[in-house]
Protein backbone atom coordinates (compact mmCIF):
# COMPACT_ATOMS: atom_id res chain seq x y z
CA UNK A 1 0.00 0.00 0.00
CA UNK A 2 1.20 3.47 -0.71
CA UNK A 3 2.06 5.20 2.78
CA UNK A 4 3.12 9.22 3.86
CA UNK A 5 6.65 9.83 2.55
CA UNK A 6 9.16 8.85 5.34
CA UNK A 7 10.00 12.14 7.31
CA UNK A 8 13.21 12.54 9.02
CA UNK A 9 14.21 15.69 11.99
CA UNK A 10 17.49 17.39 11.28
CA UNK A 11 19.33 19.45 14.02
CA UNK A 12 21.52 21.80 12.12
CA UNK A 13 24.24 23.77 14.35
CA UNK A 14 25.92 26.47 11.77
CA UNK A 15 28.07 29.06 12.71
CA UNK A 16 27.06 32.66 12.25
CA UNK A 17 29.15 33.22 9.18
CA UNK A 18 27.62 30.60 7.26
CA UNK A 19 24.20 31.44 8.60
CA UNK A 20 22.70 33.65 5.43
CA UNK A 21 24.22 30.37 2.62
CA UNK A 22 22.63 27.93 4.34
CA UNK A 23 19.38 29.24 4.66
CA UNK A 24 19.34 30.49 1.27
CA UNK A 25 19.96 26.61 0.65
CA UNK A 26 17.43 25.42 2.59
CA UNK A 27 14.97 27.38 0.89
CA UNK A 28 15.95 27.02 -2.74
CA UNK A 29 15.19 23.29 -1.67
CA UNK A 30 11.90 24.07 -0.73
CA UNK A 31 11.24 21.10 1.41
CA UNK A 32 12.37 21.84 4.67
CA UNK A 33 9.53 22.12 7.48
CA UNK A 34 10.93 24.42 10.26
CA UNK A 35 10.02 23.12 14.09
CA UNK A 36 8.16 25.59 15.64
CA UNK A 37 10.33 27.42 18.15
CA UNK A 38 9.20 30.65 20.54
CA UNK A 39 11.84 33.27 19.57
CA UNK A 40 14.82 33.73 22.80
CA UNK A 41 15.49 37.02 24.18
CA UNK A 42 18.14 37.46 21.93
CA UNK A 43 16.61 37.26 18.48
CA UNK A 44 14.14 39.85 19.88
CA UNK A 45 16.90 42.06 20.12
CA UNK A 46 18.64 41.36 17.16
CA UNK A 47 15.18 41.90 15.51
CA UNK A 48 14.90 45.44 16.42
CA UNK A 49 18.12 46.37 15.13
CA UNK A 50 17.83 47.87 11.50
CA UNK A 51 19.59 45.38 8.73
CA UNK A 52 21.65 47.14 6.00
CA UNK A 53 19.84 44.83 3.53
CA UNK A 54 16.49 45.67 4.58
CA UNK A 55 17.22 49.66 3.68
CA UNK A 56 18.74 48.95 0.81
CA UNK A 57 15.44 46.62 -0.35
CA UNK A 58 13.49 49.25 1.08
CA UNK A 59 15.40 52.31 -1.03
CA UNK A 60 15.59 50.47 -4.22
CA UNK A 61 11.82 49.37 -3.91
CA UNK A 62 10.91 53.21 -3.70
CA UNK A 63 13.25 53.97 -6.62
CA UNK A 64 11.61 51.46 -8.50
CA UNK A 65 8.12 52.81 -7.85
CA UNK A 66 9.30 56.36 -7.87
CA UNK A 67 10.74 55.66 -11.56
CA UNK A 68 7.80 53.53 -12.67
CA UNK A 69 9.47 50.97 -13.53
CA UNK A 70 7.52 47.84 -14.78
CA UNK A 71 8.21 43.99 -14.98
CA UNK A 72 9.52 42.62 -11.71
CA UNK A 73 9.57 38.91 -11.60
CA UNK A 74 7.41 37.19 -8.77
CA UNK A 75 9.72 34.18 -9.06
CA UNK A 76 12.66 35.09 -7.32
CA UNK A 77 13.82 31.20 -6.73
CA UNK A 78 16.31 31.76 -9.26
CA UNK A 79 18.03 34.53 -7.51
CA UNK A 80 20.63 34.66 -5.17
CA UNK A 81 21.72 36.63 -2.01
CA UNK A 82 23.42 39.22 -2.83
CA UNK A 83 27.07 39.74 -2.62
CA UNK A 84 29.55 42.42 -1.14
CA UNK A 85 29.73 43.72 -4.78
CA UNK A 86 25.62 44.02 -5.20
CA UNK A 87 25.44 45.82 -1.54
CA UNK A 88 28.28 48.75 -3.36
CA UNK A 89 26.28 48.81 -6.09
CA UNK A 90 22.95 49.02 -4.18
CA UNK A 91 24.63 52.29 -2.40
CA UNK A 92 25.58 53.52 -5.45
CA UNK A 93 22.43 53.56 -7.11
CA UNK A 94 20.79 54.85 -4.28
CA UNK A 95 23.11 57.74 -3.63
CA UNK A 96 23.07 58.63 -7.34
CA UNK A 97 19.22 58.46 -7.38
CA UNK A 98 19.22 60.38 -3.71
CA UNK A 99 21.27 63.55 -5.33
CA UNK A 100 19.12 63.84 -8.46
CA UNK A 101 16.04 63.44 -6.57
CA UNK A 102 17.16 66.26 -4.40
CA UNK A 103 18.14 68.49 -7.40
CA UNK A 104 14.80 67.95 -8.64
CA UNK A 105 13.01 69.01 -5.68
CA UNK A 106 15.32 72.43 -5.50
CA UNK A 107 14.32 73.18 -8.88
CA UNK A 108 11.06 72.76 -8.60
CA UNK A 109 11.09 74.87 -5.46
CA UNK A 110 13.26 77.45 -7.58
CA UNK A 111 10.67 77.57 -10.44
CA UNK A 112 7.86 77.73 -7.96
CA UNK A 113 9.74 80.56 -6.21
CA UNK A 114 10.19 82.79 -9.72
CA UNK A 115 6.80 81.88 -11.07
CA UNK A 116 5.30 83.19 -7.85
CA UNK A 117 8.00 86.60 -7.70
CA UNK A 118 6.87 86.89 -11.25
CA UNK A 119 3.35 87.13 -10.80
CA UNK A 120 3.50 89.20 -8.10
CA UNK A 121 5.84 91.45 -10.38
CA UNK A 122 2.90 91.40 -12.88
CA UNK A 123 0.09 91.79 -10.40
CA UNK A 124 1.64 95.33 -9.22
CA UNK A 125 2.23 96.87 -12.83
CA UNK A 126 -0.72 98.32 -13.34
CA UNK A 127 -0.17 100.58 -10.38
CA UNK A 128 0.94 103.70 -11.31
CA UNK A 129 0.61 106.13 -9.12
CA UNK A 130 3.02 106.18 -5.72
CA UNK A 131 1.45 104.12 -2.74
CA UNK A 132 2.23 106.84 -0.36
CA UNK A 133 0.13 109.17 -2.45
CA UNK A 134 -2.71 106.59 -2.35
CA UNK A 135 -2.63 106.63 1.51
CA UNK A 136 -2.64 109.80 1.97
CA UNK A 137 -6.02 110.42 0.71
CA UNK A 138 -8.59 111.72 3.62
CA UNK A 139 -11.38 110.39 2.50
CA UNK A 140 -10.66 106.88 1.13
CA UNK A 141 -9.33 103.48 3.26
CA UNK A 142 -6.97 101.66 0.92
CA UNK A 143 -6.10 97.46 0.79
CA UNK A 144 -3.86 95.52 -0.94
CA UNK A 145 -3.31 91.74 -1.11
CA UNK A 146 -3.97 88.49 -1.78
CA UNK A 147 -7.59 86.66 -2.20
CA UNK A 148 -8.16 83.30 -4.18
CA UNK A 149 -9.12 84.34 -7.91
CA UNK A 150 -12.08 82.01 -7.33
CA UNK A 151 -13.19 84.86 -4.37
CA UNK A 152 -12.92 87.84 -6.77
CA UNK A 153 -16.26 87.75 -7.88
CA UNK A 154 -18.27 87.00 -4.89
CA UNK A 155 -16.17 89.56 -2.92
CA UNK A 156 -16.94 92.60 -5.81
CA UNK A 157 -20.62 91.17 -5.55
CA UNK A 158 -20.27 90.93 -1.33
CA UNK A 159 -18.78 94.83 -1.82
CA UNK A 160 -21.11 96.57 -4.27
CA UNK A 161 -21.99 100.03 -3.26
CA UNK A 162 -19.66 99.93 -0.49
CA UNK A 163 -16.19 99.59 -1.49
CA UNK A 164 -14.72 99.61 -5.83
CA UNK A 165 -12.77 96.09 -5.91
CA UNK A 166 -9.76 96.68 -8.47
CA UNK A 167 -7.60 93.80 -9.51
CA UNK A 168 -3.89 94.36 -9.88
CA UNK A 169 -3.23 91.00 -12.04
CA UNK A 170 -4.54 89.12 -15.22
CA UNK A 171 -5.35 86.27 -12.98
CA UNK A 172 -7.05 88.34 -10.49
CA UNK A 173 -5.18 86.91 -7.46
CA UNK A 174 -3.93 90.77 -6.27
CA UNK A 175 -6.69 92.95 -6.21
CA UNK A 176 -6.71 96.53 -4.82
CA UNK A 177 -9.70 97.62 -2.24
CA UNK A 178 -11.20 101.45 -2.20
CA UNK A 179 -13.59 102.28 0.20
CA UNK A 180 -14.79 105.43 1.78
CA UNK A 181 -13.30 106.18 5.77
CA UNK A 182 -16.64 105.62 7.45
CA UNK A 183 -17.22 101.96 5.88
CA UNK A 184 -14.09 100.60 6.50
CA UNK A 185 -14.55 98.22 9.37
CA UNK A 186 -17.95 97.08 7.23
CA UNK A 187 -14.84 96.75 4.48
CA UNK A 188 -12.31 94.76 6.99
CA UNK A 189 -15.11 91.82 7.63
CA UNK A 190 -16.17 91.34 4.57
CA UNK A 191 -12.36 91.05 3.25
CA UNK A 192 -11.82 88.51 6.34
CA UNK A 193 -14.55 86.48 5.02
CA UNK A 194 -13.32 85.88 1.83
CA UNK A 195 -9.95 84.96 2.76
CA UNK A 196 -8.13 88.32 2.11
CA UNK A 197 -4.31 88.58 2.91
CA UNK A 198 -3.02 91.67 3.37
CA UNK A 199 0.35 92.61 1.20
CA UNK A 200 2.79 95.10 2.95
CA UNK A 201 3.85 97.95 -0.24
CA UNK A 202 6.74 100.41 0.89
CA UNK A 203 5.50 103.86 0.47
CA UNK A 204 7.25 104.81 -2.48
CA UNK A 205 6.27 101.56 -4.97
CA UNK A 206 4.84 103.07 -7.83
CA UNK A 207 4.39 100.21 -10.43
CA UNK A 208 7.15 97.47 -11.80
CA UNK A 209 9.49 98.76 -14.20
CA UNK A 210 8.80 96.59 -17.70
CA UNK A 211 12.78 95.22 -17.50
CA UNK A 212 12.36 93.74 -14.18
CA UNK A 213 9.11 91.97 -15.39
CA UNK A 214 10.78 91.21 -18.51
CA UNK A 215 14.51 89.81 -16.44
CA UNK A 216 11.92 87.72 -14.07
CA UNK A 217 9.87 86.33 -16.86
CA UNK A 218 13.16 84.97 -18.03
CA UNK A 219 14.13 83.51 -14.81
CA UNK A 220 11.04 81.50 -15.07
CA UNK A 221 11.71 80.31 -18.48
CA UNK A 222 15.08 79.32 -17.52
CA UNK A 223 13.27 77.45 -14.36
CA UNK A 224 11.21 75.34 -16.19
CA UNK A 225 13.67 74.61 -18.92
CA UNK A 226 16.16 73.26 -15.68
CA UNK A 227 12.97 71.19 -14.66
CA UNK A 228 12.56 69.95 -17.87
CA UNK A 229 16.13 68.58 -18.24
CA UNK A 230 16.18 67.04 -15.08
CA UNK A 231 13.04 65.45 -15.97
CA UNK A 232 14.67 64.02 -18.95
CA UNK A 233 17.63 63.21 -16.72
CA UNK A 234 15.30 60.50 -14.30
CA UNK A 235 14.19 59.01 -17.61
CA UNK A 236 17.18 57.98 -18.76
CA UNK A 237 18.75 57.25 -14.97
CA UNK A 238 15.43 54.61 -14.84
CA UNK A 239 16.46 53.44 -19.19
CA UNK A 240 20.16 52.89 -17.72
CA UNK A 241 19.14 51.65 -14.64
CA UNK A 242 16.47 49.31 -15.10
CA UNK A 243 18.07 45.70 -15.53
CA UNK A 244 20.92 46.51 -12.58
CA UNK A 245 18.23 47.93 -9.92
CA UNK A 246 15.33 44.67 -10.74
CA UNK A 247 18.38 42.18 -10.16
CA UNK A 248 19.65 44.01 -6.94
CA UNK A 249 15.69 43.61 -5.59
CA UNK A 250 15.56 40.66 -5.97
CA UNK A 251 18.75 39.92 -4.78
CA UNK A 252 18.05 41.75 -1.80
CA UNK A 253 14.34 39.80 -1.53
CA UNK A 254 16.10 36.92 -0.93
CA UNK A 255 18.57 38.63 2.18
CA UNK A 256 15.16 40.26 3.76
CA UNK A 257 13.80 36.37 3.41
CA UNK A 258 16.69 34.83 4.72
CA UNK A 259 17.03 37.51 7.80
CA UNK A 260 13.22 37.13 8.64
CA UNK A 261 14.03 33.41 8.91
CA UNK A 262 17.33 34.08 10.71
CA UNK A 263 15.61 36.40 13.22
CA UNK A 264 13.71 33.13 14.40
CA UNK A 265 16.04 30.97 14.94
CA UNK A 266 17.44 29.93 18.29
CA UNK A 267 20.94 31.27 18.90
CA UNK A 268 24.18 32.22 20.53
CA UNK A 269 26.47 35.16 19.69
CA UNK A 270 28.49 32.80 17.09
CA UNK A 271 26.14 29.46 16.52
CA UNK A 272 22.56 29.26 15.13
CA UNK A 273 20.09 26.01 15.68
CA UNK A 274 18.06 25.05 12.95
CA UNK A 275 15.57 22.54 13.21
CA UNK A 276 13.05 21.50 10.71
CA UNK A 277 11.72 17.75 8.82
CA UNK A 278 12.64 16.68 5.79
CA UNK A 279 11.82 13.64 3.42
CA UNK A 280 13.88 10.39 4.50
CA UNK A 281 14.98 10.38 0.78
CA UNK A 282 16.31 13.63 0.65
CA UNK A 283 18.80 13.66 3.99
CA UNK A 284 21.73 11.98 2.57
CA UNK A 285 22.26 14.88 0.41
CA UNK A 286 21.07 17.43 2.50
CA UNK A 287 24.00 16.67 4.85
CA UNK A 288 26.83 15.91 2.19
CA UNK A 289 25.79 19.14 0.12
CA UNK A 290 25.52 21.25 3.70
CA UNK A 291 28.65 19.75 4.72
CA UNK A 292 30.54 20.93 1.51
CA UNK A 293 28.74 24.52 1.35
CA UNK A 294 30.27 25.36 5.09
CA UNK A 295 33.22 24.01 4.77
CA UNK A 296 32.70 21.17 7.26
CA UNK A 297 31.70 23.70 9.50
CA UNK A 298 28.79 22.62 10.74
CA UNK A 299 27.11 19.91 12.85
CA UNK A 300 24.40 17.91 11.93
CA UNK A 301 21.65 15.11 13.70
CA UNK A 302 19.61 13.20 12.07
CA UNK A 303 15.98 12.12 14.30
CA UNK A 304 13.62 9.29 13.36
CA UNK A 305 9.72 10.87 14.13
CA UNK A 306 9.39 7.95 17.15
CA UNK A 307 13.04 9.73 18.44
CA UNK A 308 11.27 13.19 18.88
CA UNK A 309 10.01 13.73 22.70
CA UNK A 310 7.63 16.04 21.26
CA UNK A 311 6.41 13.80 18.58
CA UNK A 312 6.23 10.76 21.33
CA UNK A 313 4.32 13.47 23.80
CA UNK A 314 1.49 14.00 21.11
CA UNK A 315 2.47 17.73 21.40
CA UNK A 316 3.86 17.95 17.96
CA UNK A 317 2.55 16.32 14.66
CA UNK A 318 5.02 15.05 12.12
CA UNK A 319 4.28 16.82 8.91
CA UNK A 320 2.90 15.00 5.93
CA UNK A 321 4.49 15.19 2.31
CA UNK A 322 3.28 12.71 -0.40
CA UNK A 323 5.24 11.80 -3.45
CA UNK A 324 3.17 11.41 -6.68
CA UNK A 325 3.66 12.18 -10.45
CA UNK A 326 2.45 15.05 -12.18
CA UNK A 327 -0.93 12.85 -13.05
CA UNK A 328 -1.89 11.72 -9.24
CA UNK A 329 -0.10 15.47 -7.91
CA UNK A 330 -3.34 17.15 -9.75
CA UNK A 331 -5.38 15.59 -7.38
CA UNK A 332 -3.44 15.99 -3.88
CA UNK A 333 -5.88 19.51 -3.14
CA UNK A 334 -8.91 17.16 -3.46
CA UNK A 335 -7.65 15.24 -0.34
CA UNK A 336 -5.79 18.56 1.18
CA UNK A 337 -9.44 20.44 1.08
CA UNK A 338 -10.93 17.60 3.67
CA UNK A 339 -7.73 17.70 5.66
CA UNK A 340 -4.49 16.51 5.20
CA UNK A 341 -3.51 12.48 5.88
CA UNK A 342 -1.95 11.41 9.07
CA UNK A 343 1.80 10.61 8.99
CA UNK A 344 2.30 7.01 8.42
CA UNK A 345 -0.57 5.93 7.21
CA UNK A 346 -2.44 4.65 3.78
CA UNK A 347 -2.15 7.90 1.39
CA UNK A 348 -5.57 7.52 -0.63
CA UNK A 349 -4.52 10.17 -3.27
CA UNK A 350 -4.17 7.18 -5.68
CA UNK A 351 -7.36 5.70 -5.10
CA UNK A 352 -9.38 8.91 -4.82
CA UNK A 353 -7.54 10.02 -8.67
CA UNK A 354 -8.59 6.34 -9.66
CA UNK A 355 -12.40 6.62 -8.62
CA UNK A 356 -13.13 9.90 -9.40
CA UNK A 357 -12.08 9.81 -12.53
CA UNK A 358 -14.53 6.67 -13.28
CA UNK A 359 -17.08 7.89 -11.22
CA UNK A 360 -17.21 11.36 -13.00
CA UNK A 361 -17.54 9.54 -16.02
CA UNK A 362 -19.78 7.40 -15.39
CA UNK A 363 -22.06 9.79 -14.06
CA UNK A 364 -21.28 12.33 -16.55
CA UNK A 365 -21.13 10.21 -19.60
CA UNK A 366 -21.59 12.45 -22.84
CA UNK A 367 -18.72 12.65 -25.46
CA UNK A 368 -19.31 15.93 -26.62
CA UNK A 369 -19.23 17.54 -23.34
CA UNK A 370 -16.30 14.86 -22.67
CA UNK A 371 -14.27 16.18 -25.91
CA UNK A 372 -14.99 20.24 -23.93
CA UNK A 373 -13.76 19.52 -21.09
CA UNK A 374 -10.54 17.55 -22.03
CA UNK A 375 -10.08 20.23 -24.10
CA UNK A 376 -9.90 22.68 -21.70
CA UNK A 377 -7.72 20.57 -19.34
CA UNK A 378 -4.93 20.22 -22.45
CA UNK A 379 -5.19 24.04 -22.99
CA UNK A 380 -5.07 24.61 -19.21
CA UNK A 381 -2.17 22.61 -19.47
CA UNK A 382 -0.13 24.47 -22.43
CA UNK A 383 -0.93 27.58 -20.56
CA UNK A 384 -2.56 28.75 -23.34
CA UNK A 385 -5.80 29.58 -21.39
CA UNK A 386 -5.56 30.65 -17.79
CA UNK A 387 -8.73 30.74 -15.07
CA UNK A 388 -7.82 32.09 -11.95
CA UNK A 389 -5.11 29.43 -10.51
CA UNK A 390 -7.20 26.31 -12.03
CA UNK A 391 -4.53 25.75 -13.99
CA UNK A 392 -3.19 23.26 -11.28
CA UNK A 393 -6.42 21.17 -12.12
CA UNK A 394 -5.57 21.06 -15.64
CA UNK A 395 -4.79 16.84 -15.42
CA UNK A 396 -8.21 16.47 -13.38
CA UNK A 397 -10.01 18.24 -16.21
CA UNK A 398 -8.20 15.91 -19.15
CA UNK A 399 -8.82 12.98 -16.66
CA UNK A 400 -12.48 13.58 -16.38
CA UNK A 401 -12.72 14.81 -19.87
CA UNK A 402 -11.22 11.07 -21.03
CA UNK A 403 -13.71 9.62 -18.43
CA UNK A 404 -16.51 11.25 -19.75
CA UNK A 405 -16.09 10.88 -23.76
CA UNK A 406 -15.55 7.20 -23.49
CA UNK A 407 -18.76 6.64 -21.34
CA UNK A 408 -20.80 8.60 -23.84
CA UNK A 409 -19.14 6.50 -26.69
CA UNK A 410 -20.60 3.21 -25.07
CA UNK A 411 -23.88 4.82 -24.29
CA UNK A 412 -24.26 6.73 -27.59
CA UNK A 413 -24.84 10.11 -26.15
CA UNK A 414 -23.37 13.30 -27.64
CA UNK A 415 -24.24 17.04 -26.08
CA UNK A 416 -27.44 15.48 -24.64
CA UNK A 417 -28.78 13.56 -27.72
CA UNK A 418 -28.77 9.86 -28.70
CA UNK A 419 -29.46 10.63 -31.90
CA UNK A 420 -25.93 11.41 -33.39
CA UNK A 421 -23.77 8.55 -31.61
CA UNK A 422 -24.63 4.64 -32.24
CA UNK A 423 -24.06 3.29 -28.40
CA UNK A 424 -20.72 1.14 -28.33
Known amino acids: MARTTEMKLLELMVLKQDIYRVIEYIGKKGNFQFQTKNKNSKADEESSVPNLENKFYDELKKIYADLGLTDLPEDISQASSPSDEDSSAAAKIISSYQDLQTKITDATAEAAKVADAYKEANAFANLQVSYSELEHLSFLSLKIGKI ?111 DEVTQKLESTELVYRITGWIPASDAESYMKDLDQLTESRIAIREFDPYEVPSVMSGKEDVP ?27 DPTPWVALFFTVLFGIMFGDCGQGLVLLLVGVLMACKVIKLGGWEKFARVFICVGVSSSIMGLLTGEFFGTEKLLEPF
Do not use: W
Request: aromatic share 8%; net charge neutral.
Open 148 to 258: VPANFDDLKEALEGVAVVIPLGDDKSHVLVASSKKGRFALESELKNHDFVKVEVPADFKGVPADVLDGLKKKEVEANKRCEELATEKANFAETHKTLIISLLEKFAIAVQI
Open 320 to 346: VKLTHGKLIKSFERMIFSYGSPIYGTI
